[in-house]
């Protein structure tokens, strides 16, 4: 966004408005120039200026939007004018003064009002982020605000995983949702490339995957269930004999 800056130094009575306005667009600036309605005597001999119409129309606060009494002051921005009271915030009608101003269309707004309306918002506390939101979904939060679904510790930075939309760090991800190991009853999360075997519908960490007799891994080797546990071949004769 970008914020204007108001000049606020009165020209000498012999600049017109209309001149540092065309100073002002040759120098690529984007600024409201003030400047004091001058009495006749002083214009009489510069070229007619077009009339001047306080932009607020009925609802110029010095009740005549024509009013031009020299002495009072106006104000410019680009091609319009108001007098200096009737400048003001569209939203809290707080007149600009010296302050800067944020101008959105047709519009003038003082900072804090312009923040108000259009400032990003956050979707978790719905205040303003000032700076290092980040987004998820498309939508803006806080790095504070971004945090597990579960246990509230903050993402931002984290690998986290989603799930019916909702973000959670990892370990809550695992407790929650992931598949456990028949044998130590943890979680089997996948995360870090994790490798587990599956049989029918139980699971097992590949470190867990062992013979319940004689402790020996059963990864790549045949085996056989009895009841809860698994045994490796040879043990699984023996038990039988
Ligand atoms: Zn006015
Ligand atoms: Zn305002
Ligand atoms: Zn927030
Ligand atoms: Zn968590
Ligand atoms: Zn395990
Ligand atoms: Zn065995």
Known sequence: MATDILHT??????????????????????????????????????????????????ECFLGDPKLAT???????????????QCFCCCVCKT?????????????????????????????????????????????????????????????????FTSREEKPYCADCFGELFAKRCTACCKPITGIGGTRFISFEDRHWHNDCFICAACRSSLVGRGFITDADDILCTECAKQKLM
Not at 12 to 39: M, N, Q, Y
Not at 43 to 50: G, H, I, V
Not at 70 to 84: A, F, L
Not at 111 to 124: D, G, L, P, S
């Open 70 to 84: 020299p002495g009072t002051k106006k104000m410019e921005y680009k091609t319009r004018q108001w007098h200096e």
């Open 95 to 159: 007149p600009i003064g010296t302050k800067s101003f944020i101008p959105r269309e047709q519009e003038i707004y003082c900072a804090t009002c312009y923040e108000e309306k259009f400032a990003t918002r956050c979707v978790k506390c719905n205040k303003i982020i000032t700076s290092g939101g980040v987004t998820y979904k498309n939508e803006p939060w806080h790095r504070e605000c971004f945090t597990c679904t579960n246990c509230n510790t903050s993402l931002a930075g984290q690998r």
């Open 9 to 58: 130094k009165l020209d000498s009575l012999h600049i017109t408005g209309e001149e540092r306005i065309k100073k002002a667009r040759e120098h690529d600036e984007d600024v409201a120039i003030l400047s004091t309605f001058l009495p006749a005597s002083l214009t009489a001999n510069q070229p007619p200026s077009k009339p001047f119409l306080c932009v607020l129309g009925k």
